[in-house]
């Protein structure tokens, strides 16, 4: 039996005027923000479903509610630590992800490193075992109208070593 799961995430935000676009834990300058409990950061929202659905433990709402306060205006860059935290103690280390952005506004590319540093400092792996990249919808439905973006995310993780040598059903 392997050691390696995959999970898909996925998270959808309109655009707020009142307050700043934080997107893969990076401010990005000069565009409206995204709505949401935390600070919006639906890159990092759908990572943590990816992660957390690959481990079988839940997901972003499951964990940070937005009934609770606590994560109110939270910083999701820390968000994620967390659920990294949550597959550590499930014996799970985050292999890769691939991060696909959808919107018409603001260009992705640009900011495309910072975000990759951030992220894979955040889940302590290299930058090069994370992928962000930016689409558009083609002008199409409510994203391509401008009212908002959605991130899609496709995660693999891992079983660390000594739970798979003793043979760990980790959280199964």
Not at 46 to 72: C, E, M, Q, R, Y
Not at 90 to 98: A, G, K, L, M, P
């Amino acid at each position: 039996m392997t050691g390696l799961r995959v999970g898909t995430g996925y998270d959808s935000h309109r655009f707020d005027a009142s307050r700043p676009l934080v997107l893969g834990g990076v401010v990005i300058p000069d565009h409206a923000g995204l709505t949401g409990h935390s600070d919006g950061d639906a890159i990092c929202h759908a990572i943590i479903d990816a992660i957390l659905g690959a481990a079988a433990a839940g997901n972003v709402g499951s964990h940070f509610p937005p009934s609770d306060d606590t994560w109110k205006d939270a910083d999701s860059v820390r968000l994620l630590e967390r659920a990294v935290e949550i597959l550590d103690g499930r014996d799970y280390h985050v292999v890769n992800v691939d991060v696909t952005v959808v919107c018409e506004t603001p260009k992705i590319g640009p900011h495309v490193q910072a975000m990759r540093e951030r992220l894979a400092g955040a889940m302590r792996v290299t930058v090069g075992q994370v992928s962000v990249k930016g689409k558009t919808n083609e002008r199409m439905g409510w994203i391509g109208a401008g009212e908002g973006l959605a991130v899609h995310v496709a995660a693999l993780i891992e079983r660390n070593e000594d739970a798979a040598r003793r043979g760990d059903a980790a959280g199964d």
